[in-house]
DNA sequence: GTTGAGCGTT
């Protein structure tokens, strides 16, 4: 296998850096800790149970998962503060610098967006609800600044990653109402858009199935959703493993016929023509 | 009948 990068970054939501492999396809935990300094490891968000997974690593050597590294991106793993005492030796060989690298890497928290807020629930509420998961930081419901009525989201903060981690990975039932948090967009670096591993898919006609889109981008790619909204509204979003794939497709156009037929626009066919069939 | 509702006064 040639050199290929793999994208890693502190944070799960943060610009990437592209670390080189070896010819072998494997990569050095060296060459991470030459750019991310005190490393220890990567972990990475599986796009099937959305779970965070560790790379496996031996001898100084990270393995690509099993199906390769794909266009991921791989989260840098730090020592934990709280060390024991077998491990205290390795600490202090970490240089100055990096050991406020590790505080700051360490998977520290972000604001979480609270979406579905019925439109009685208050900050003590929230708080109420969501000490259940840790210690909270802070909790917000955000209101029309004229009306003082919730606008029916809020945000809230974690003292602790696991929390968070915890709260993001199900939903939650505040006040009898089903609510999602979320990494809110501002969170999200601009060129998002072109990483999403979700492609909407336009001009869908009432017949077609989630089956049926299925099947047919799956030749794309693993697919891990298909989602078309209730009641109709012509249009569906296919989510693919790997992001790669996604934004392959990313200007791909429907033609909603009984028999499910892509459009390859410019981009698709010039840069990326390898990855799809021949549109005749 | 082409983007899942909703994205933060500091």
Excluded at 46 to 51: A, I
Excluded at 166 to 195: A, F, T, Y
Excluded at 209 to 237: C, H, N, S, W
Excluded at 253 to 277: A, E, H, I, M, N
């Amino acid at each position: 296998m040639a050199e290929m990068y793999i994208r890693v970054a502190e944070e799960e939501n943060e610009e990437p850096m592209e670390i080189p492999s070896e010819d072998d396809g494997t990569v050095l935990l060296s060459t991470v800790a030459a750019q991310f300094p005190g490393a220890c490891g990567l972990r990475y968000r599986s796009p099937v149970s959305q779970c965070m997974r560790g790379v496996r690593l031996v001898d100084g050597i990270l393995h690509a998962p099993e199906n390769g590294w794909g266009n991921l991106v791989y989260v840098v793993n730090y020592p934990k503060e709280t060390v024991l005492p077998d491990n205290k030796r390795k600490m202090d060989e970490i240089d100055a610098s990096s050991a406020t690298k590790i505080k700051r890497g360490d998977q520290k928290t972000s604001d979480l967006i609270v979406l579905g807020l019925p439109w009685k629930t208050s900050e003590q509420d929230l708080k109420d609800y969501f000490s259940t998961f840790g210690e909270v930081i802070m909790v917000q419901v955000k209101r029309d600044v004229k009306t003082g009525n919730s606008k029916g989201f809020g945000f809230v903060r974690f003292t602790e990653w696991e929390s968070q981690g915890k709260v993001m990975s199900q939903r939650h039932m505040i006040d009898g109402r089903w609510c999602d948090c979320k990494l809110p967009n501002s969170k999200v670096s601009p060129d998002e858009p072109m990483r999403s591993r979700k492609v909407f898919v336009g001009r869908c006609t009432e017949d077609m199935t989630t089956d049926e889109l299925r099947q047919f981008f799956m030749q794309y790619g693993e697919v891990t959703d298909v989602f078309i909204p209730k009641p109709f509204r012509a249009f569906a979003f296919v989510t693919f493993a790997d992001d790669q794939v996604s934004y392959c497709c990313f200007r791909i156009d429907f033609k909603c016929s009984r028999t499910v037929q892509p459009k390859y626009s410019d981009v698709c066919s010039t840069f990326y023509g390898g990855l799809f069939p021949d549109p005749g």
